[in-house]
Structures are given as structure tokens and as C-alpha cells.
């Protein structure tokens, strides 16, 4: 059985954590319930933070030159104190390996938060990042970043936990500062990274090798920025295809012409939406087993996060910023 790192994560303290929302509520999450044996948690609530109470007046981002962070009903201006809060909690975190949001709100929210005409008119005039959302991914965009709600979906929750427990294995590889540890961390990772971006991995393997003969400081410091953009967006349907096809083509000597015939019209199916993922791989790891394959058994594409936090279900919701 695979060992997992524990990754660390920001999340919003209204989910699951306290009753700090605005009007006194907590939002009950399941991804979030799912997680919390398998993930180190760090829950904070910005308006709260800067002295705002439980329940509270609607806080909002309003237009201008620059946007401003408004409390209407107070006439406060909260837009100082909120950056000064962001600047001074990202400076005092240790390394976390990602943040799960509060969608649309004017601290957290990552992608689709309001914007109002000016304090005292309340027109939309367009969308933005939550203030304390701007600074996370001003200095962490590379981190598994997402917001309530849409781990609903399949594909992004997938992409999400691959992420998230990749980067917690890799923050666990440069504690041990040794070249062995990053090539090993490069090695198990080969499929899954060629599903992401086979040019990419590449560049990635390039690094690992060190034909310059650079310290290891400096191959972390040019592999890690490689890895981050790497699993910036969630693998293709058609990447994973052709990865399904690299993984069988170990077993073409031992394969009869039958096996071959259906599991080409197994990827066919996957192609066509007609069997999820797990179906093909569940295929290729019973062929692992069989033949005894310690290289690909060592493969996280196969498991890339716990088998506790798969789940099917899939709201169809989401797919904008995917």
C-alpha cells in the first residue's frame, strides 16, 4: 500500500470549521469532511481576523481606480487593513501545499466575486478575486487552489487532490536534499506527469538529470516552477489515453491478441464517455499484478491520492476555469 504525505491546507473557517460567515452560519462541505482525516488543516476567516464580528454588515469590492474593500452600511473602508492582514498571514505561514475558498466572497473568493458601480450604488460592473484570494495567488498560483463548491466536480476534484497530495510528496522530497530522493520523487511520477504534459516532462526530466552538474538548491529551483506549471490544469481525456496505451504496451509480448483487441475497445469507450477512467486502469493494474511489474506497480498514476477521497459522483458543475 502507498504511503501519502499529509499535505497542509488554507481553508475558509466558515466551512465545517466555525460559525463565522457573515450572518452567523457555518456551510456544511463534504469535500471538506472527506479530507479531514488525511489532511493537515489551517482554517482562518479574514474579516474575522481584522475585527470584524459574528454576525456582521455585507462587506463589498467597489469600483475605482483602484478597487476598494467597503462595509456600505458603516462607510468603513476596510481595503488597507484586509491587504495588511493578507501580506502578514501569507509572511508567517510555513509551507502549505494548498487552499480550498469560500466561492464569491470579497475576501476568498477566487474567481467570481462581485463588483459594485461604487459604495453607495449597487450595479454590477464586473468580477474580480477576493481580496486575500488576490494575495494567495499573487505568491502561491502554483499550489492547489480551489473554492467551496466546485470539488462537486469530477474532473476538478480529481485534478485538485492529484495536486495537492503531488506537491505535499514533493515539499517532503526537498526536506531530504538529495539528488536520489528528487529522481526517485521523478521516477514514480512518470505516467502521471506525462497525462498532464508530455513536453513538460521532459523539461522536468532534463532537470533531474543535471548535466551542468548544479547543486541541488539550484535543480529545485528550476524543477519546481517546471512542476507547478505542469499541473496547472487538469490531464486530457486524450493524454490519459495515450498514457493507458504507453502502460499496456509493457505487457504486448504477454498479451494475447484478444486482450489486446478489448482493451483497445475499452479506451474506445473511455473516449467516447461510454466508462470513467478507473474501468481502463483497473484493467492495466490486474495486468501489473499478473506479470509482476515492480516499476509500474511503483507508478502513481494509478493512486495519485487516497482511495478514500475517490468518489464518483459528479455535479457536471464547474468546468469554467478548468
Known sequence: MRHFPTPKVVVSRCLEFAEVRYNGAVIPDKAVQRMQSHVEFIPVCPEVEIGLGVPREVIRIVDGEEEQ??????GENLTDTMREFSKGFLDHLDDVDGFLLKNRSPTCGMHDVKVYHSEGNSQVVGKTSGFFAQEILHRHGGLAIEEEGRLKNFTLRHHFLTKLFTLADFREVKKEEGMKGLQQFHARNKYLFMAYHPGTLKKLGQTVANHDHLDYEHVIENYEPLLHELLERPAKPSAHVNVCQHIAG??????????????QSLLEQY????????AVLSVLNCWVARFQSEYLRQQTYFEPYPLELVEISDSGKGRAYS
Open 271 to 278: 473516449k467516447e464517455e461510454k466508462v470513467p477512467l478507473s
Open 250 to 263: 509493457y505487457f504486448k509480448k504477454e498479451l494475447s491478441k484478444e486482450e489486446k483487441e478489448n482493451f
Open 69 to 74: 474593500l467597503v462595509q456600505p452600511k458603516t
